[in-house]
């Protein structure tokens, strides 16, 4: 396999797609892709979301099976009945999703399914092991066989999903969005695994709607849009815009935020002192935060999710109960904690669950523009509420934030998702909020709407509003704040202006390290 | 029979909490692939009623009566367990209402007590019954003989039952598959393992197991037919599988604690200790709210080990 190994000096494919066409009721997910992936290769398949990107994932792995196409695995063809004979024919997938089962060790986890090598009728967990610690020391994974997934962090978990499909000896491991859970650090510790498992002869499948990773890991890109494969091109030579434009079939402008910020003399809109809370759990969620937010400021929070920007996001909004410390709104102080008296004092929020908890999906627009201002007038008369007045509201504000749907009438749940935060952006601001806390407002979002929102956050700045942004997308944070806190494990690790911050030490703090180099986390 | 009260007590604990073992049994089998079901009680009645069919109608030797009667009242029992099996697997109906379902179905104003009637069972004592006996000649032992080896021979099948049962489930490749079914169907479902089958096939054995807790009470216990015979044992098997952490060992410990309580009527009052009736009657059952009530209170109810699927019905997903 060693000679085979260079990507490109070979002409063998590990899996080829040829005219691959997956219909479902009412929509085609798939429409004639084809490509193929070298031996050696690591290789991305790029798209937006809803460009078939997981329905082609799903048919490589077995789990549906196309209507049109042939799947060439090796050079043969293959019809795979069940993900069972995707995994015999040296398939594997790591999931966006981790597939593992938390209370199950390492070992457990990783032996599930399998067919062990003799026919004893106890678990062998003990050769397993064995095994386990040569894949990782082979292809620079180190990872405790005998640890609980629970314990893990996200990381690790990762090296077990990767160590999970090499144990099946697969020869096509398939990664969909691997690094959207991942600090920088550990991004770049996968990326020199995949470069591993590479030389080493197996291909990868890297899935990922994001353009700069894709260039920078890939040996080849195959760009999907609307289910169709749009182009294959080399990631070396390939510019972010031309990969944007095969991407959305347009050209495309991003938003880059430079030196505005708070004027000098702008009041403290937000201010947050030693704020506590607890999880989900009931174990601290948030110790001892301090945040300052000025009119006209956005202070940006990045962070590997589940490091309590959840939990911040919801004390603000009223939603989850603090355990001590202060919160200002305009210089007055947030007394009780209900998810009223947040909104009655100016705080907006933009939450991360935009169709379950920013908005009542089966409700229409107009009734949702109006959910939090219809106890007072104009909306309402005593108790009546005002359908005249919610009509035209409703327009203005489907016009002002160029909300796209047949009418004011449809339910939100049928809304693309840059429309459905638009609506939510739109009712949001429409109550002259001070303070606008948005969480991961772009997630999931194609690349057209992001720059929307983006748009939207900064003439909400430009307002004069206080925007705390809590986002996992660091480029995001980068781009649009003025200043930039990063929060693990419940604190506040350091705030940095924008034109300081550079992505290597906002990495570092994301694992909890800080500047000192070469440090794990 | 020893007349210490002490042995006494145990001894009845371990022989009324023997339906308690292999209805709690089966339910561990069921929950730890996902599935609740709260029909125990109704398969109960099921596995009872079918079982003293057999021991009524058939003639023989009770090498060859009781057997087959056993095995008859699992099939029966089974039975009612595959209703819940196509109803939550396959059709994905709520586990809750199904099991509720399936033990108004099959419990006193239902087919158990139905089929009694029309076979005419119930007039007498059966004459192939499960007594006691001395299995392995330690009958003679100081205080352990009368409580441990002067059982019925179903009492020490469940003792190689919940060994086997452990071994099954946290030492075996199978175990391993079931207890990731329940963890998480879609991990499980990922690696190739057939996660309605094994749901299926746990919630049909689960069902027999039922069925064998049937037969202690027609062919041991009582040992004939009466409407409505188990008197709830049922949802105490189910609240002996939260109150195990769904581990087959700390499971049995409970089973027997709770026989004990169950029996406390005969023994105590035999011996004259006057303690009002309904209350005794009543500590099983209260002792089963108690447990429920303090086992959904903690917060570290997953830290109890409860699947963290249980209840949720799996469909692979569709876009």
Redesign the interface.
């Known amino acids: 396999m060693s000679e085979t190994s260079v990507a490109g000096a070979v002409t063998a494919n590990a899996v080829t797609a040829l005219g691959v066409t997956k219909r479902?009721p009412g929509v085609v997910?798939n429409e004639d892709v084809t490509f193929e992936v070298r031996v050696g290769e690591v290789h991305a398949l790029l798209g937006e979301n809803g460009a078939g990107k997981?329905?082609l994932s799903n048919i490589l792995t077995g789990?549906y099976r196309p209507d049109e196409g042939h799947l060439l695995i090796a050079d043969r063809e293959i019809i795979f009945e069940?993900?069972?004979a995707a995994?015999d024919a040296g398939i594997g997938?790591v999931?966006q999703h981790f597939?593992?089962?938390?209370?199950?060790t390492v070992t457990?986890?990783i032996?599930?399914?399998?067919q062990?090598p003799s026919r004893r009728?106890?678990?062998d967990t003990k050769s397993a092991e064995a095994r386990i610690v040569e894949l990782a020391k082979q292809f620079a994974m180190p990872v405790d066989p005998r640890a609980k997934i629970w314990q893990l962090s996200v990381g690790e978990q990762q090296r077990v999903e990767i160590l999970?499909v090499l144990y099946r000896d697969a020869q096509v491991l398939i990664m969909d969005e691997p690094t959207a859970v991942l600090t920088p650090p550990e991004a770049e510790s996968l990326v020199r695994t995949l470069r591993s498992m590479a030389s080493q002869g197996r291909s990868v499948i890297f899935i990922s709607h994001k353009l700069g990773e894709v260039a920078s890991i890939a040996d080849r890109i195959t760009v999907l849009r609307d289910g169709r494969s749009v182009a294959t091109v080399e990631a070396w030579g390939s510019s972010r815009e031309s990969l944007a434009e095969l991407m959305v079939g347009r050209e495309v402008t991003s938003v880059i935020r430079q030196g505005i910020g708070a004027l000098p003399g702008a009041a403290t809109v937000l201010s947050v002192d030693s704020l506590s809370a607890l999880g989900d759990?009931?174990r601290p969620a948030l110790t001892d935060v301090s945040l300052q937010v000025k009119a006209g400021e956005i202070l940006g929070i990045a962070g590997v999710a589940g490091n309590g920007q959840r939990e911040l996001v919801e004390v603000l909004a009223g939603l989850r109960p603090r355990t001590s410390g202060s919160i200002d709104i305009d210089g007055e102080a947030m007394e009780r904690t209900d998810a009223r008296h947040p909104i009655r004092m100016g705080v907006a929020y933009v939450p991360q669950d935009r169709l379950g908890t920013g908005l009542a999906p089966d409700l229409s627009i107009a009734e949702n523009l109006i959910l939090k201002r219809y106890r007072r007038p104009p909306i309402s008369r005593a108790p009546f509420l005002r359908p005249s007045v919610i009509a035209s509201e409703a327009d203005r504000l489907m016009t002002q934030f160029d909300v796209r749907a047949p009418s004011a009438e449809t339910p939100t749940r049928r809304l693309s998702g840059g429309n459905v935060q638009k609506v939510l952006l739109a009712r949001e601001m429409s109550g002259a909020p001070k303070v606008l806390v948005v969480s991961s407002p772009t997630q999931g979002l194609d690349v057209g709407a992001v720059a929307t929102v983006h748009q939207l956050l900064l003439d909400a700045a430009a307002k004069g509003v206080g925007v705390l942004l809590v986002s996992e997308d660091l480029d995001e944070v980068m781009a649009l704040s003025d200043r930039i806190a990063v929060m693990y494990e419940g604190k506040v690790l350091a705030c940095i202006d924008a034109s300081e911050a550079d992505i290597s030490r906002i990495g570092m703090l994301m694992g909890g390290a800080d500047l000192v180099e070469g440090q794990g986390f | 029979m020893n007349d210490n009260l002490f042995i006494v007590v145990f001894a009845a604990a371990i022989y009324y909490g023997t339906p308690l073992v292999y209805a709690a049994l089966g339910e561990i089998l069921a929950e730890r692939s996902g599935v609740i079901n709260l029909g125990v009680e109704g398969m109960i009645l099921l596995g009872a009623v079918g079982g003293c069919w057999v021991a009524t109608t058939v003639d023989g030797p009770a090498g060859i009566v009781l057997p087959l009667a056993v095995i008859v009242s699992m099939l029966f029992a089974a039975a009612g367990a595959l209703i819940h099996a196509f109803l939550t697997i396959t059709l994905r109906v709520n586990q809750i209402i199904s099991g509720l379902a399936l033990t108004i179905f099959a419990g006193v104003a239902g087919v158990s007590s139905y089929l009694a009637g029309l076979w005419d069972l119930g007039r007498a004592p059966i004459a192939n019954q499960f007594g006691r006996m001395d299995l392995f000649g330690w009958g003679d032992l100081p205080v352990l003989g009368p409580i441990l080896f002067n059982q019925t021979l179903l009492t020490y099948l469940s003792w190689l039952l919940v060994v086997l049962t452990s071994i099954y489930i946290f030492r075996t490749r199978w175990g391993l598959q079931l207890r990731a079914v329940g963890e998480s169907p879609q991990t499980a479902d990922s690696v190739g393992v057939a996660v309605q089958r094994s749901r299926y096939l746990h919630v049909l054995v689960g069902g027999a197991f039922a069925g064998i807790a049937g037969a202690c009470f027609s062919l041991s216990i009582l040992p004939t037919w009466q409407n409505g015979m188990t008197l709830g044992q049922g949802w105490i098997a189910l609240a002996l599988v939260i109150f195990g952490f769904w581990r087959p060992d700390l499971m049995l410990v409970g089973a027997y604690l709770f026989g004990g309580l169950s029996s406390l009527r005969y023994t105590l009052q035999a011996r004259g200790v006057e303690i009002p009736q309904l209350f005794l009657d009543s500590l099983p059952y209260v002792m089963t709210i108690v447990v429920l009530v303090v086992v959904s209170n903690t917060a570290a109810r997953r830290q109890l080990g409860a699947p963290a699927a249980l209840g949720k019905p799996y469909e692979r997903e569709e876009r």
């Open positions: 479902f997910a997981t329905t789990l069940s993900p069972k995994i997938m999931h597939r593992l089962i938390p209370t199950f457990e986890n032996i599930l399914g399998t062990p009728l106890l678990l999970k759990r009931g």
